[in-house]
């Protein structure tokens, strides 16, 4: 059952990869480009699902969209507050 996944997630991947390529050179497009606003959502939603195809096999793309001060530290500190009753 793993191993479907896998393949599954794979092929996945592949296609979503091929069409980000554009290989078909614009001949098949789920939604037209020329369209405002709603032309790229199928390019937004093929690059959305490469990359959690690449982070299921343990290639995390998602420290390159955070800033570079919450790449550096190690971990979220937390604030302590003391609260004192008068």
Excluded: Q
Excluded at 59 to 70: A, I, P, Q, T
């Amino acid at each position: 059952m793993k191993m479907i996944r896998h393949l599954v997630v794979l092929c996945s991947g592949i296609v979503s990869a091929l069409y980000l390529l554009n290989v078909t050179a614009g001949f098949v497009e789920f939604i037209p480009d020329n369209i405002p606003v709603f032309g790229n959502l199928d390019e937004a939603a093929a690059t959305a699902l490469l990359i959690n195809c690449l982070a299921y096999f343990g290639v995390d793309l998602g420290h390159l969209f955070k800033r570079k001060d919450e790449v550096a530290k190690p971990g979220a500190k937390t604030h302590d507050i003391e609260v004192t009753k008068e």
